[in-house]
């Protein structure tokens, strides 16, 4: 998106992300893939569980961690743009991105090798940390070094947020409470951008990075402090292990 902003017209790339977005909309719509594993059939035909049971503490922490995520990921995207910009060389922002999307899919493929997951708010953390100091790269070299941490949490941090929510959510209401997440991700997309822009305008754009991190790890410390007030929600299948047992 950076790269076609800067090289053809943000018009373009406006209607293009809303094209591909009505495009997996349909798609979604025409294929109606399965909210459900095969074990969950049972709860499938399970009364609706109401709202308050669900829409706790604990799932308000991952939805806050959702959004302080991709607030801090459209930031870094614009906190990019405007150190290659200040440094003019705003034509190797493809490079930097590409490096940064690399180091995310890296990143994505060590965690994944990992036997035991780490917390959310955790990662999210260690993403903000590492993204402020990005702030101190001053061309495009460096910049691609400055991101590679930012990367390498991206993947892991997006992951286990989705399967946060994957496991707090009843079968009976996973469409609502995935459409909760989406639409916390896009409220945090549409927010981090001016709110690093602002923060650019007031400063430079090493304060653009600054910005982002100390978002993520707002999110990050909201969500721990959500997440101890209430005690750990069995899954479904771990409910019904329990009840096998007995």
Same mark, same amino acid.
């Given at each position: 998106?950076?790269?076609? #902003?800067?090289?053809?017209?943000? /018009?373009?790339?406006?209607?293009? !992300? *809303?094209? #591909?977005?009505?495009?997996?909309?349909?798609?979604?719509?025409?294929?109606?893939?399965?909210?459900?594993?095969? /074990?969950?059939?049972? /709860?499938?035909?399970?009364? &609706?569980?109401?709202? &308050?049971?669900?829409?706790?503490?604990?799932?308000?922490?991952?939805?806050?961690?959702?959004?302080?995520?991709?607030?801090?990921?459209?930031?870094?995207?614009?906190?990019?743009?405007?150190?290659?910009?200040?440094?003019?060389?705003? @034509?190797?922002?493809? !490079?930097?991105?590409? !490096?940064?999307?690399?180091?995310?899919?890296?990143?994505?493929?060590?965690? *994944?090798?990992?036997?035991?997951?780490?917390?959310?708010?955790?990662?999210? @953390?260690?993403?903000?940390?590492?993204?402020?100091?990005?702030?101190?790269?001053? /061309?495009?070299?460096?910049?691609?070094?400055?991101?590679?941490?930012?990367?390498?949490?991206?993947?892991?941090?997006?992951?286990?947020?989705? =399967?946060?929510?994957?496991?707090?959510?009843?079968? %009976?209401?996973?469409?609502?409470?995935?459409?909760?997440? +989406? @639409?916390?991700?896009?409220?945090?997309?549409?927010? %981090?951008?001016?709110?690093?822009?602002?923060?650019? =305008?007031? @400063?430079?754009?090493?304060?653009?990075? #600054?910005?982002?991190?100390?978002?993520?790890?707002?999110?990050?410390?909201?969500?721990?402090?959500?997440?101890?007030?209430?005690?750990? !929600?069995?899954?479904?299948?771990?409910?019904?292990?329990? +009840? =096998?047992?007995?």
């Amino acid at each position: 998106m950076i790269l076609g #902003a800067a090289t053809v017209s943000p /018009d373009v790339v406006a209607w293009g !992300v *809303g094209a #591909a977005i009505l495009a997996g909309g349909v798609g979604i719509a025409v294929l109606n893939p399965p909210m459900r594993a095969q /074990d969950e059939a049972d /709860d499938a035909a399970a009364e &609706r569980p109401p709202r &308050r049971q669900w829409l706790g503490a604990r799932m308000i922490a991952v939805l806050t961690m959702a959004f302080g995520t991709t607030t801090l990921l459209s930031g870094v995207d614009l906190a990019i743009v405007a150190t290659l910009r200040e440094a003019g060389q705003v @034509s190797w922002a493809a !490079v930097v991105v590409v !490096v940064f999307g690399l180091s995310s899919v890296i990143g994505g493929l060590i965690y *994944g090798a990992l036997s035991r997951p780490l917390p959310t708010w955790l990662l999210l @953390s260690l993403l903000g940390l590492v993204t402020i100091p990005a702030g101190l790269a001053r /061309d495009w070299p460096w910049l691609c070094v400055a991101v590679v941490g930012s990367g390498l949490l991206t993947a892991p941090t997006l992951g286990t947020v989705a =399967d946060a929510v994957s496991r707090l959510a009843p079968p %009976g209401v996973r469409g609502e409470v995935i459409g909760l997440q +989406s @639409s916390a991700q896009s409220a945090g997309f549409a927010l %981090g951008s001016p709110l690093v822009g602002v923060a650019i =305008d007031l @400063s430079v754009p090493a304060g653009g990075f #600054a910005t982002a991190g100390l978002a993520g790890l707002a999110a990050a410390l909201t969500g721990y402090l959500l997440s101890r007030r209430s005690p750990a !929600v069995p899954t479904p299948t771990s409910r019904r292990a329990t +009840s =096998d047992s007995r």
